[in-house]
């Protein structure tokens, strides 16, 4: 990876997620974390080409992340988004894929280290 420094959104509505994600990845100079935990307010305040990747968690009270990635991919279609998921339920993976989900990966994440892995590997696909 390149001196760039990416842009990253984690939308997830339990805080102390959105905590440990953007404090575990803004430890290295990599990356800038912007925090969401209500998809709805993220929805609305993502702009076109602003992230270089979101962290889409599925299960959220307000707006479920498949709804919000289809209208996250309404207005970006490039953009590359993974979901989390603590329920694989096979259905929900494969839609977001079609709906545009660059990957997803499981939570509780095995590690943090290894979701570092996964965030850098879609980065530079």
Known sequence: MSGKIYE?????DE???????????EKSAKYKVTTFSNPVVAVNSIEK??????LLDIMMPQMNGLEALEKIMEKNPSQKVCMMTAYSTLDKVLKSHKEGATNYV???????????????KILVD
């Open 8 to 12: 990253i959104a984690v939308i997830d």
């Open 15 to 25: 805080l102390e997620i959105l905590k440990m994600i953007q404090k575990y990845l």
């Open 49 to 54: 080409g602003k992230f270089d990747l979101i």
């Open 106 to 120: 499981m939570k509780p994440f095995s590690s943090l280290q290894a979701l570092e892995s996964k965030v850098q």
